[in-house]
């Protein structure tokens, strides 16, 4: 159950990212190491959903990585540590039940084709989460985007930060925090800011509220 097919994708993905892939990069080196590695333990094995180039699975440590993402350019960027799964996340996943103690993704759950696609990417995390697993989910935020949510061509579906974390409680998840407000919008012809000011971003929290517009949600499989 796909909005868009893999060619396809690497048609939109070549155009809109490659011109300043290598800055990216270095910004989710930031970002993990400065703020999401606390939610990973250096023996977790975590999947990366809707990986893209690989920014966030190449960058965090932890024991085992995995990948999945329907894009066959994704693996070209993979580090040779993480195992791809190309594949529609609507679909069973290629990971054993309980197999899992983190999953991650980012600005993708827009990317699906409705709330029926979400349904069954969120009950296959459930599966496949161990119990105390950790699911951390950021996106656009609609509730402070408007018109700009769509500016994207492959961008489908609407979400806010309060109708993923319903969907997340009506998959069994339990939320224990929901950020609203987290990071800038988007990098995506952007101008490259100096690295050192996202890292004080990330400490100043009221900067969160004056910046963001995506939101950052954390759940748990109990």
């Not at 806010?160 to 925090?177: Q, Y």
Request: aromatic fraction near 12%; proline fraction near 3%.
């Amino acid at each position: 159950m796909t909005a868009n097919q893999p060619e396809e994708l690497r048609r939109i993905y070549n155009a809109r990212f490659n011109k300043n892939l290598a800055y990216r990069q270095r910004v989710w080196s930031v970002l993990v190491r400065d703020y999401f590695q606390q939610h990973v333990p250096l023996s977790a094995t975590v999947l990366d959903l809707g990986c893209g180039y690989g920014k966030f699975i190449n960058n965090i440590r932890c024991g085992s990585k995995l990948a999945m993402d329907l894009n066959p350019d994704a693996l070209r960027f993979l580090a040779k540590d993480v195992r791809f799964l190309q594949q529609d996340c609507s679909t069973r996943w290629q990971c054993a039940g309980q197999s899992l103690d983190v999953i991650f993704t980012s600005n993708f759950f827009e990317h699906l084709p409705g709330k029926g696609a979400l349904k069954l990417t969120l009950d296959e995390a459930f599966r496949c989460l161990k119990a105390g697993g950790k699911l951390l989910a950021m996106g656009p935020n609609i509730r402070f985007l408007a018109g700009e949510y769509w500016d994207f061509w492959d961008h489908h579906l609407a979400l806010s930060d309060r109708s993923l974390a319903e969907g997340l409680e009506n998959c069994g998840f339990t939320i224990v925090e929901n950020h609203d407000r987290f990071l800038p919008y988007t990098m995506a012809n952007q101008r490259e800011h100096p690295l050192f000011m996202l890292s004080l971003y990330l400490k100043l929290r009221l900067a969160w509220k004056i910046f963001g517009r995506q939101f950052l949600i954390i759940a748990v499989k109990n």
